[in-house]
């Protein structure tokens, strides 16, 4: 076998020389030529094409948890730029109509002012939970691999292998989420300490996130 021959764990094309991207889909590379030899005098799982990134990737090849915490905070704004006019749109005129009503009175609002205000909140707590779950679902099992805030900072979620994940799996991460909120947020802060950089939400979907 040539000698630095380069294996994509993505799309399984071969490089030579000192290339440290996939020259077809640009997946950071692995060289085959220095993974462990096992005693059969192949390649060791932990490196050979096919098997799963393993922790003898460098540390720098994660995205650990600070930059994830920016990505986040990207999104946010992005997810901001959209709920906020849906907001005053669906919830404001209500809002306003209270405001009116209180003002002219001077008493506390009646029910039949305030039912409609907590009906259309209700609506619009749902339609941002559903459109937080697609927003991060579909991008995230897209050819970008990463909602906008990876992609601006150059990262993106795989699988074990390297592999884009699916919809199924990134739904399922999305909701695996919540749960790491709900333990004061400890399913995030592992990212800063495990090998992987992998916080709860990975470690249940079998995902990982990476730099490119």
Known sequence: ??????????????????????????TRLVSASS???????GYSAATAPGYPLAAALPQSYYGGFWIRVVAYLI?????GAAAVPLY??????????????????GEEPSPE????LFAKGLVFACIAVVGKWLYEALLTSSSWQATVGK??????????????????????????KI?????????YIMVAFTDRKRGLHDILCNTLVVRY
């Open 75 to 79: 999104d946010q704004l992005v997810i």
């Open 35 to 41: 993974a462990p030899l096992t005693q059969a005098g």
């Open 1 to 26: 076998m040539a000698a630095n021959v380069l294996y994509c764990s993505n799309c399984g094309a071969q490089s030579t020389g000192e290339a440290g991207f996939c020259q077809k889909c640009g």
């Open 113 to 116: 002012f305030l039912a409609p």
């Open 151 to 176: 992609r601006v900072l150059r990262l993106k979620v795989t699988d074990d292998f390297g592999n884009r994940i699916s919809f199924a799996r990134a739904t399922g991460r999305f909701f695996a």
């Open 179 to 187: 749960l790491s909120q709900w333990i004061l947020c400890v399913g």
């Open 88 to 105: 005053v749109a669906l919830v404001g005129p209500s809002l306003l109509r209270i405001i009116q009503q209180s003002q002219q009175s």
